[in-house]
């Protein structure tokens, strides 16, 4: 026998499929503005439950991030709980470091945040609005456009809801998108990299204080495999390993305690010593996948719309994927508000606004997972970077470098890409043009000695 809620069947409620940052987010601004949101998460209370580690890579909230929450009144409140991080700190194989500032000034930095923490925040929040409403252990089981109904599961009995318009806020698998799109002219593309990851913890010191630098990301990059460490408020870090699925030193082929010392011993030399724990820390926490996805389109007339990973999965490796979902938040509520909450036409001007920037993004982090693995030590690299701070600074408002807007502004991603090229183009004619090369050896000497 079904269970149905029968208070939604006059449709005068907003449903969220997923409560995880993207929906959570969303339900809270919506909230804010006064309408009624019930909020469906397949997964129990996380109020309620002792949170697992090793299921999720710490985010680094950048400027995008930082708009959502300011959008909702959170951003201070979030960044008294995060780490600053004002640079990377790159490890050679031989345990020698560099550091590279993320931007020129203190502004331009990153923040450290555990997304477990994160949530919880935000899903206390919008319980502080009465006209919120969350429904954990609800799995969205299928959806019937024409009706305008969604069936979901909960406790072994059937929860039939019928929503004024619905948010599929699901994440990259999600079952509202695939409903959504069921019998449609809809376009999908998945891609999984052939890298999974592996979350680790390196412990404080026992005084209390972090074992490496705590304010700035730490990479240790190898062309095989690849480290990357997020600091947390405790001095401890989360370390996150890159490794191939399979093949050589793989997670296929690393299975005993010995090989995985063996392991970090091979491509991590200098961090193998400050895992005593490694061993058990490998085999209790799980290997995690990493896949891009694009999709289109993301909305279905005036009654569903997709929001965040739904629509635009992306690899870790621009540390976007929460920014881009918060700013996917702002683009609804904008186009909403200018719209009149007219659903129909403000669902089309946000997908209008965001896709093209959202698959530039996708092919951006593909290009940063190579950078990381194998050129944040090239001298050409290097060089390259000190350029671009160079003239930023002396063209603030005209010369950006990539990261700078991809990281520390609200440039729609394409935009940016487009301006990096443009200036590539510019550098590379005058690399090759006349006195080029002289410029270069000025800049390089000017640089160097810095």
Known sequence: M????????NGARIAIVGGGLAGSLLALALAQKGHAVDVYERRPDPRR???AA????????????????AMVGLL????????????RVIHAPDGATRYQPYGKNSNEVLHSIDRNELNLLLLEKALEHPNLRLFFEHK?????????????EHAGKQVVVQPLWVVGADGAFSTMRRELQYGERADFHQEYLEWGYKELTLAAKPDGTSVIEKT????????????????????SHTLTLFLPHEGKDSFATVQTREDVAQLVQK?????????????EQWMQHPTGALLTIRSAPWRYG??????????????PFFGQGMNSAFEDCCTLMQTLQEHGFAAAPAFAAYEEKRRRHTDALCELSKRNFIELRQTVQSPWFLLRKKVDLLLNRIMPSSWLPLYTMIAHTTMPYADAWDKAKRQDRLLNATAIGLGGIGLWLTLYLTLGAR
């Open 49 to 51: 439950q002792e949170l």
């Open 267 to 279: 491509y991590f030399p200098d961090l193998a010593p400050m895992l005593p724990n490694l061993q």
């Open 302 to 315: 005036d009654w569903a719309v997709l929001v965040g990973d739904a629509c635009h999965a992306v690899y």
């Open 140 to 152: 969205l089981e299928r959806v019937d456009k024409a009706r305008q109904t969604l069936y979901f």
């Open 216 to 235: 700035a990301l730490h990479v240790w990059p190898r062309s095989h495999c690849l480290f990357v460490s997020h600091p947390n408020r405790d001095s």
């Open 76 to 87: 201070e409140t979030v960044l008294q709980k995060a780490v600053v991080m004002s640079g």
């Open 2 to 9: 079904s269970a149905l809620h029968q208070e939604k069947q």
């Open 54 to 69: 090793g299921r999720s890579i710490n985010l680094g909230l950048s400027k995008r991030g930082m708009q959502g929450l």
